[in-house]
């Protein structure tokens, strides 16, 4: 199960003047693990909502295998990709193992009933999240971080080549965020899947993600050629201080650790901001 994306002169928005995304090249190949970063109102969710055949390009073509996205029937591209949208509370009483069975509909045979087959898949895709002994839980009783693995739970069930997330660990706390990028990266390195996750924790982009897409949001701007308004590479270069305050609009110190860049934004009003400006100089390393 292989899946690599292209995107070729992607434009998109939602006022016809004013495009969000402006001539986006770019080529997720398959097994990657790429993060899509940038200010809020840069497009990372409309990218990701493209990606998904939620929303169409008003120019360009987006590619799955060399297949154009549009020429793909839902039923065929829910084969191919599966989207986990940011934690939330379910407002009806489905079990758990009742939302992650919801992901093989588009496997179900003529009758519209699941198989052992299907069962069988469920039943590996929680003993992989770890989310089997809640199986017969309610989905509103767990916590949010319980919840967030029963979301990639159905993901996997749904049993696609292709992974998008849009911000995975929000309202998580720390162990838990390091908790569902530890689960992405087995996921990447088991199910051989290519990921595709929003992240607002550059951090956690570096640490994990082979490659990084960084949207700065001024698409709209025409005296702005395409490749100012995104950048895309490996994080070492994408991630690199001067980008990022460019991007963010925020004065920014970094320090290595391992192979990656730490970022640590520097408010005006912090604690030692100025401090640290001035007795490591911006960026110390």
Do not use: W
């Not at 495009?19 to 693990?33: H, N, Q």
């Amino acid at each position: 199960m292989t899946a690599s994306i292209e995107l070729q002169d992607v434009t998109f928005g939602y006022d016809a003047t004013r495009p969000i995304l402006s001539d986006v090249r770019l080529t997720i190949e398959t097994g990657t693990f790429l993060a899509i970063v940038g200010p809020n109102g840069a497009g990372k969710s409309t990218l990701i909502n493209l990606l998904a055949g939620l929303l169409k390009p008003q120019s360009g073509t987006i590619s799955i295998d060399g297949a154009d996205l549009r020429a793909r029937k839902q039923a065929d591209l829910a084969r191919q990709v599966a989207l986990v949208r940011q934690e939330f509370v379910p407002a009806f009483g489905f079990s758990v193992a009742e939302t992650i069975m919801m992901a093989r509909t588009p496997y179900f045979g003529p009758l519209g009933f699941e198989r052992p087959s299907d069962r069988q898949i469920v039943a590996e895709a929680m003993e992989l999240t770890d989310t089997t002994a809640f199986a017969a839980r309610p989905l509103a009783s767990l916590s949010g971080g319980e919840r967030q693995r029963v979301f990639i739970a159905r993901a996997l069930a749904q049993d696609t080549p292709i992974l998008l997330l849009d911000e995975p660990t929000s309202f998580l706390d720390l162990k838990h965020q390091v908790g569902i990028y530890d689960l992405l990266k087995s996921i990447q390195h088991e199910k051989a899947r290519t990921i595709v996750a929003i992240t607002h924790d550059l951090n956690l982009a570096a640490q994990y993600c082979d490659q990084v897409l960084l949207l700065t949001g001024d698409s709209a701007c025409p005296a702005n050629p395409p490749e100012t308004h995104y950048r895309a590479g490996p994080p070492g270069e994408i991630l690199d201080p001067e980008g990022i305050e460019r991007a963010f609009g925020i004065r920014v110190a970094s320090m290595r650790i391992g192979r990656e860049r730490a970022i640590l934004p520097l408010g005006r009003l912090a604690k030692d901001a100025d401090q640290a400006g001035a007795e490591e100089s911006p960026h110390p390393e």
